[in-house]
Every structure is written in structure tokens, then in C-alpha cells.
């Protein structure tokens, strides 16, 4: 899916704020604090010397339109590589296996119903996507026990009731999620555009913030780690047949 314009900009703007309030310069703020390292494809390593990071922060430092020009990169890397790399995709669900024992949950919007993909008239369909996948790991990853995930989706009712009450009661909230999707998904609507009231939320709240400390706490909703044995997951889809 491709992300919006303003999606990259409100990132801008967080990290400009970052810059001022931590005394950093403003490209390690663009580097830890937003997710567009991930965004043109670059992996996780978070590496400032990788090749494409420095073009970017050369063309940053030469241009007088940080909007256009973060945007124009983003559109021209975004292919380059995905963020995590996957197992296997159903529908709106993807799993990664970060050890043999367990597997960890992923979710983008790949419906191309008019309702949100969380709405409960999609809701048979996500079932049997994560149905379909759980069928596979039981095959495919034996040795695997738990399941992991981490997004701030954990918060929402309608996203929760697609998981077992045990992975949806174990959350706790992850810290230091500014790189990732986990926490910046949360602007975006089912169509990668942004979400106007949402962000208008955040950015008054940034207006407000005068220490490092408080910047997670501009976000309307915090990154939520959950994680249950994988044996909930087959009792849960079997049943929900
Ligand atoms: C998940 C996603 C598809 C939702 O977008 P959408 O379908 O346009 O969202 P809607 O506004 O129609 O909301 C659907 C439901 O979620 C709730 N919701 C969505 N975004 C919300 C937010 N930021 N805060 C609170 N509730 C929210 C809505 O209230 C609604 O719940 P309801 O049916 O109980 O009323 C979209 O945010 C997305 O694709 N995000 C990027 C992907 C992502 O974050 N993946 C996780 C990576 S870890």
C-alpha cells in the first residue's frame, strides 16, 4: 500500500520537535523517532552510514522543501525492500518466526472491500485468514509455542475479538516503539491516507511537550505487546468455525 503524503510529514514534525527537545541533530531524531528508515526500505539495522540513508539526508540538507523531497524519496525507495521479513501472508495477516519457537503476528490492510477491514461485516473474513494461517504454522512451524505481536490495533475492540482473550489480556505497553508501524499505523486509514482528527489529537499535544519524557504520551494510543501459547490460537480459530 502506498502511504500518504501527510503521513510523512507529521513524522517531519515530530522529529523537528525531537531535535529541539533531546539537543540532537535533526537526522539522528529522523533516524530513531520515525518510522522512515522502515519506510524506504532499508530493513531494521538503523545503520545512519547505509548508502540511501545518507542520500536522503544530503538531499534533506540541500533542500529548502523537506516535505516533497522526504515524499519523493519515499515513493522512489518504497519498493526496495519489506521491513520484516515474512513466512507466509493470509489476506490482512503475515507471520515472521524471530526463533523456532514461536511466531509473531503481522497485519496490513490488503482488503479491497469500501468498509474497514476491521468492521464486523469483514469480520468472517479476517477469521478465516488467521484460520488459514494458524492451519499453516500447525504444519509448517511445529516446534513453534507462543505467539507474539506488538501494535498499538491491540487497544481496538474490533480488533481484539479477533484473538483469543489470553494473547488480548497479556498486554503491556511497549516502549520506545518511534520506528515503528506498531505506533505511527494508528494515523492511517484502511486506504493509507491519513486520519485528520487522530493527528490533530497528536500534533496538539506535541505543541505542549517541553521534555523528551513526554513524547510518547503525544500519541492517542500507546504500542501493546501481547503474546499466549500457540494452543489458544488452534482451540480459538477450531472453535470459531
Ligand atoms: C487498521 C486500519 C486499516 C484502520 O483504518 P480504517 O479501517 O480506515 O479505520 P476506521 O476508522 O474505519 O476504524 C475501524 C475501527 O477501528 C477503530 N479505530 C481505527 N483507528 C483508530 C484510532 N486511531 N484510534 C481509535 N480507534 C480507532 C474505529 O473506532 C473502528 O472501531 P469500531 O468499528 O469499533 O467503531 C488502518 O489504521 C491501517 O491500515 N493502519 C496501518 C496498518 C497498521 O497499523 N498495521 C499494524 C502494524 S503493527
Known amino acids: 500500500m502506498r502511504y500518504g503524503k501527510e503521513f510523512f510529514d507529521r513524522q517531519l514534525r515530530f522529529a523537528r520537535v525531537v531535535a529541539a527537545l533531546a539537543a540532537i541533530p535533526l537526522e539522528q531524531a529522523l533516524l530513531d523517532y520515525t518510522n522512515l528508515y522502515v519506510r524506504f526500505g532499508l530493513g531494521r539495522a538503523f545503520d545512519q552510514d547505509h548508502p540511501t540513508w545518507r542520500r536522503y539526508i ?3 540538507s540541500q533542500t529548502t522543501h523537506a516535505s516533497d523531497w522526504t515524499y519523493s524519496f519515499y515513493l522512489a525507495h518504497a519498493q526496495a525492500g519489506r521491513e520484516t521479513p515474512l513466512v507466509a501472508t493470509f489476506g490482512c495477516f503475515s507471520y515472521a518466526t524471530p526463533d523456532s519457537q514461536s511466531i509473531r503476528l503481522h497485519f496490513q490492510n490488503t482488503d479491497t472491500a469500501t468498509v474497514s477491514p476491521l468492521s464486523i461485516d469483514r469480520l468472517p473474513m479476517r477469521l478465516s485468514e488467521l484460520r488459514a ?3 499453516h504454522v500447525r504444519r509448517y512451524e511445529p516446534e513453534a509455542e507462543s505467539v507474539l505481536g506488538t501494535s498499538w490495533l491491540y487497544n481496538l475492540r474490533a480488533y481484539q475479538r479477533l484473538f483469543p482473550e489470553a494473547y488480548i489480556a497479556s498486554a503491556t505497553v511497549a516502549d520506545n516503539r518511534f520506528r515503528n ?3 505511527w499505523g494508528q494515523f ?3 486506504n493509507g491516507g491519513l486520519k485528520v482528527g487522530f493527528t490533530e489529537d497528536f500534533l496538539r499535544r ?3 511537550t517541553t521534555t523528551v519524557r513526554e513524547l510518547a504520551s503525544c500519541f492517542p ?3 501493546l505487546a501481547v503474546s499466549a501459547p500457540i494452543t489458544q490460537f488452534h482451540t480459538f480459530y477450531d472453535s470459531a468455525m
Open 188 to 190: 492511517l486509514d484502511r
Open 206 to 208: 506535541l505543541s505542549k
Open 58 to 60: 544530503q538531499g534533506l
Open 221 to 223: 494510543l500507546q504500542a
Open 181 to 183: 508501524m506498531s505506533l
Open 133 to 135: 494461517l494458524f492451519d
